[in-house]
């Protein structure tokens, strides 16, 4: 039996981006949604938080995307945890570089509001 996604773990350094993707996610289609505004916030609230999902943004200052990564799977609470890039830079070389680092999937910005999570859901059920 696959669980279903419901916590969601979501890293946006632009405060505009993550008000429209938690407004989506949270009150559209009713996800638990942890938001952090850095890979330090996330490093901290990850594993309280335990999530189903982490939607991640590559371009951050300080600790970017696969910086986060990397220290996110040092928990060992979070190591098979499914994690989302959310990017501008979505060349099949970059897209690959990303799925490289384990993502199971890569999300193209801007995203569409009206087609996110089901996005989210379609990864979560291929992974």
Known sequence: MTRELNRILYVEDDPDIQAIALMVLETINGFT????????????????????????????PGMDGPETLKGLRNFSELEQTPVVFMTAKVQPQEV??????????????????MTLAQELRDIWDRH
Do not use: H, R, T
């Not at 939607?55 to 951050?60: C, H, K, P, Q, Y």
């Not at 690959?96 to 509001?113: E, R, T, W």
């Open 33 to 60: 949604v942890e938001p952090c505004s850095g890979g330090n916030e996330a490093l901290q609230k990850a594993v309280p938080f335990k999530p189903d999902l982490i939607l991640l943004d590559v371009m951050m």
């Open 96 to 113: 690959q570089g990303y799925l490289n680092l384990g993502a199971a999937g890569v999300i193209a910005k801007p995203f569409d509001p």
